[in-house]
């Protein structure tokens, strides 16, 4: 396969019909990408602003979404008055998904299919249930 270098350079790609397999895209600008019908498995994104991101119609099986937020400290970047914006999941199917470690302040859960779903071991519904019958 051919190899094609861009270095140093600002150019508008249209890929059409083409087979762009192992390639590497390092410190590059990427604003307002438009990416359709494509197949991405195996696909790493690292130390990358994808604010504003919209994934629509896709397969996400297996992915594994980690050490997502602001710039550390240590980061260049990094801003201590900079706050996160709330990510948005609508009309996604995450049944089996596991969720650990993460802030989880003031996430809004709503008309969601929740049976078998559980908070460091308990159940939601026996949660929900709990509550109601304390009111």
């Not at 504003?52 to 990094?78: C, R, S, T, V, W």
């Amino acid at each position: 396969m051919q190899t094609l270098d861009i270095i140093n350079d600002a150019k508008k790609l249209n890929v059409e019909e083409a087979n762009l397999s192992g390639s590497t895209i390092r410190m590059a600008c990427l604003n307002n990408l438009m990416m359709e019908d494509v197949s991405a498995t195996g696909v790493k994104i690292t130390n990358a602003n994808l604010s504003d991101l919209e994934i629509e119609g896709a397969q996400l099986g297996g992915a594994f979404i980690h050490n997502i937020g602001m710039p550390p400290k240590d980061h260049p970047y990094y801003d201590p008055t900079a706050k996160q914006r709330p990510l948005r999941f609508e009309d996604s199917d995450l049944n089996g998904s596991t969720i650990s470690n993460c802030d989880l302040s003031n996430v809004a859960i709503s008309d969601c299919e929740t049976r078998g779903m559980t908070i460091n071991g308990i159940l939601v519904n026996d949660l929900l249930a709990a509550y109601r019958g304390g009111k």
